[in-house]
């Protein structure tokens, strides 16, 4: 069961715990973790807790930690990564705090992937929505501020940039944008096929995305045998923190053995030969653009 603490909290802690571990010390044994925490002002207890991953370290005392232990500047720049890539300080618990429960262990290993290879058919996934498209649909929920909301898309989206990063790739139904369609307007959706194109336009806005990234459809006449609802693989630097987000009318679940990865493995590539290629997709959704703008 996950217990909280994602990928990147774990590789920080343990980088912590390695650098304490071979901090020079007068006696010339290792650093105890009582005497790292006189040195940074917290307890002993504390810096247990931070080796365990068990609790958030803003950016101040992993500075200060870096600090009295002398990191080398290149594990001292791995750490302050990771401290960012695991969103921690405020702006993300304003953020976390508006997200569903049953979503954040995704959103919280979403940065750290090294592949995610996802379908949808219900929905526009976060990373792939337009501004305008997220922006009405936080409307409709009913939502009074979106800023916290709007600085949790934009975090999400800079997953497509990152070094870490080797492919994501979505495989998105038809069924979706005309969903969308309906529930938005033409407008929003037109919109929204736009930043789709966008981010598959490898001559032209690599701004958004690179080669790593991929969107492509399923034409609403694709023969689908027992289509499945969506999700998303998502491989992590440690094969054991893997593991498949199903999503659902209810909320979602997650999962992480051997035998149900390799089911959604299946599934994924099956859909993955049927569906348009890079170029097809962008004509189709082009084709679409022009119908949802004269409907």
Not at 10 to 27: G, H, K
Not at 177 to 189: D, Q, T, Y
Not at 235 to 260: M, N, Q, W
Not at 261 to 285: P, S, V
């Amino acid at each position: 069961m996950y217990t909280g603490g994602g990928p990147a909290r774990r590789e920080l802690a343990t980088l912590i715990t390695n650098a304490r571990n071979a901090a020079p010390t007068t006696t010339g044994r290792r650093m105890t973790q009582a005497a790292l925490g006189r040195l940074i002002g917290c307890s002993q207890g504390t810096i247990q807790k931070i080796e365990a991953a068990s609790v958030r370290i803003d950016q101040s005392t992993v500075e200060l930690i870096i600090h009295h232990l002398g990191v080398d500047p290149d594990t001292a720049d791995t750490m302050r990564g990771l401290a960012v890539r695991n969103a921690v300080g405020e702006p993300w618990s304003r953020e976390r705090a508006l997200v569903p429960r049953f979503a954040r262990r995704y959103f919280e290993s979403e940065q750290d992937a090294i592949e995610i290879l996802s379908w949808h058919e219900m929905r526009i996934p976060g990373p792939l929505q337009s501004e305008h498209f997220m922006l009405n649909e936080f409307e409709v929920a009913g939502q009074f501020d979106p800023a916290p909301y709007i600085r949790n898309r934009a975090r999400r989206r800079e997953l497509f940039r990152k070094p870490g990063l080797r492919r994501y790739a979505c495989l998105l139904a038809e069924e979706s944008l005309h969903r969308a369609a309906m529930s938005f307007g033409p407008i929003v959706v037109c919109d929204e096929i736009d930043y789709l194109l966008d981010v598959n336009d490898l001559a032209e806005h690599l701004d958004l995305a690179d080669d790593r990234t991929s969107v492509r459809l399923l034409p609403a006449t694709t023969a689908l045998i027992d289509p499945p609802g969506d999700f998303s693989i998502l491989r992590l630097p440690d094969p054991k923190d893997s593991f498949v987000y199903i999503e659902h009318a209810a909320g979602s679940h997650y999962v992480s053995t051997p035998e149900g990865q390799e089911k959604a493995m299946t599934t994924w590539l099956r859909l993955d030969r049927i569906a348009l290629d890079r170029d097809g997709t962008c004509r189709f959704l082009r084709k679409l653009r022009d119908e949802f703008a004269s409907g």
